[in-house]
T-cell receptor, first 117, second 112 residues
Framework: GAVVSQHPSWVICKSGTSVKIECRSL??????MFWYRQFPKQSLMLMAT?????????EQGVEKDKFLINHASLTLSTLTVTSAHPEDSSFYIC?????????????FGPGTRLTVL | SQKIEQNSEALNIQEGKTATLTCNYT??????LQWYRQDPGRGPVFLLL?????KEKRKERLKVTFDTTLKQSLFHITASQPADSATYLC???????????FGTGTLLAVQP
């Protein structure tokens, strides 16, 4: 089956630093990747959608200058949290979709736990 | 605005019984709906997809129904097992949108 990996699985950083999270589709090419954020006991909130080779589309209320997304290849997307603050602490999850059809399944990564001190 | 609601309370059932989880949506006409399972500290895992023209879909011990009149989907797990304990998320998807929007999730606890 389709596998999506994320790295790192967890990260602790100091306030003001930047953190990069990688999302890779291991056995398929992902035309579209999605980034979600999940706070404790809440559902997944879509942050942005990225298509390979083009700029990401951010959801309302998500600061594009703070959450930089790069979808440089069909198997890799990165999310960089710039100048992280404690309120950015959350569980970040990416997903990847192989096809362009609306019924194509999204496969999710295992998530990255970010803690900002 | 679009709204998706799932049982907000945790669902506790006895092993062997059938678990039924509810997903209601408003201001929305999804072309299809997906159900996912999420374990603590992990990403969601896809379970089933049902289209608007399908009334019911089955996969092993799982069954999903989709009632576009009631704007509701029901997710059933028959002969439940403690290993089925997890949070279950529904995600309706509109015809034109590229995005999955998730419900709040229902925590299922199956007691041995």
């Amino acid at each position: 089956g389709a596998v999506v990996s994320q790295h790192p699985s967890w990260v602790i950083c100091k306030s003001g630093t930047s953190v990069k999270i990688e999302c890779r589709s291991l056995d398929f090419q992902a035309t579209t990747m999605f980034w979600y954020r999940q706070f404790p006991k809440q559902s997944l909130m879509l942050m942005a959608t990225s298509n390979e080779g083009s700029k990401a589309t951010y959801e309302q209320g998500v600061e594009k200058d703070k959450f930089l997304i790069n979808h440089a290849s069909l198997t890799l997307s990165t999310l960089t949290v710039t100048s992280a603050h404690p309120e950015d602490s959350s569980f970040y999850i990416c997903s990847a979709r192989a096809g362009a059809g609306v019924t194509d399944t999204q496969y999710f990564g295992p998530g990255t736990r970010l803690t900002v001190l | 605005s679009q709204k998706i609601e799932q049982n907000s309370e945790a669902l506790n059932i006895q092993e062997g019984k059938t678990a039924t989880l509810t997903c209601n949506y408003t201001n929305y006409s999804p072309a299809y709906l997906q159900w996912y399972r999420q374990d603590p500290g992990r990403g969601p895992v896809f379970l089933l997809l049902i289209r608007e023209n399908e009334k019911e879909k089955r996969k092993e011990r799982l069954k999903v129904t989709f009632d576009t009149t009631l704007k509701q989907s029901l997710f059933h797990i028959t002969a439940s097992q403690p290993a089925d304990s997890a949070t279950y998320l529904c995600a309706p998807k509109g015809g034109a949108t590229n995005k999955l929007i998730f419900g709040t999730g229902t925590l299922l606890a199956v007691q041995p």
